[in-house]
T-cell receptor
Framework: AQKITQTQPGMFVQEKEAVTLDCTYD???????LFWYKQPSSGEMIFLIY??????QNATEGRYSLNFQKARKSANLVISASQLGDSAMYFC??????????????FGTGTRLKVLA | DTEVTQTPKHLVMGMTNKKSLKCEQH?????MYWYKQKAKKPPELMFV???????INESVPSRFSPECPNSSLLNLHLHALQPEDSALYLC?????????????FGQGTRLTVV
């Protein structure tokens, strides 16, 4: 069965510094996608970045980059130049095949990031 | 436009009430999802619709009844809920149900059952 593990319940980072949020995954599929979402206190899940298992280069989206190490089964999110508005819960997710063949998204337990002024 | 709209944003209902949550997207996505999220926990999948057909039901109690009237609209009908059903209910959509397609979420409905 597929599984996502986030081992950092909470993280602090100083404003303007970079921070890495850890994510490891387990799957027997050869092809898969990995996603990161941000959830502010308002509740909305905001899609940040995607990495496909066959992508040779690490994904980047603005200040977000994904450090993808396939052999280690890790997909860490790097946020550069942290801003106060980055304070939120961050979830790592992947597409997981259900018994019916339909894919669903499974989530890690999340990391709460607090950016300090 | 990557917007998924959920209404209402907040809902308080009694255990004998019947209410419905609504979710709408106009991105042409053919997969839609309902997730339940308790405080400080990750979202838990409830239902998946693919091409307007129920594709996954994660053994959700029958007091939750999903409906997909068309490709843009997803409802969740609620009846005889329990206080432990109080949670944030998130709707999402994706282009299709594959491993590689990101899902876009609505702002959620915060449900309180009294």
């Amino acid at each position: 069965a597929q599984k996502i593990t986030q081992t950092q319940p909470g993280m602090f980072v100083q404003e303007k510094e970079a921070v890495t949020l850890d994510c490891t995954y387990d799957t027997s599929d050869q092809s898969y996608g990995l996603f990161w979402y941000k959830q502010p206190s308002s509740g909305e899940m905001i899609f940040l970045i995607y990495q496909g298992s066959y992508d040779e280069q690490n994904a980047t989206e603005g200040r977000y980059s994904l450090n993808f190490q396939k052999a280690r089964k890790s997909a860490n999110l790097v946020i550069s130049a942290s801003q106060l508005g980055d304070s939120a819960m961050y979830f790592c997710a992947m597409g997981a095949r259900s018994d019916s063949g339909t894919y669903k998204y499974i989530f890690g337990t999340g990391t709460r990031l607090k950016v300090l002024a | 436009d990557t917007e998924v709209t959920q209404t209402p944003k907040h809902l308080v209902m009694g255990m004998t009430n019947k209410k419905s949550l609504k979710c709408e997207q106009h991105m042409g996505h053919r997969a839609m999802y309902w997730y339940k999220q308790k405080a400080k926990k990750p979202p838990e999948l409830m239902f998946v619709y693919s091409y307007e057909k129920l594709s996954i039901n994660e053994s959700v109690p029958s007091r939750f009844s999903p409906e997909c009237p068309n490709s843009s609209l997803l409802n969740l009908h609620l009846h005889a809920l329990q206080p432990e059903d109080s949670a944030l209910y998130l709707c999402a959509s994706s282009q299709s149900t594959t491993a590689y397609t990101e899902a876009f979420f609505g702002q959620g409905t915060r449900l309180t059952v009294v």
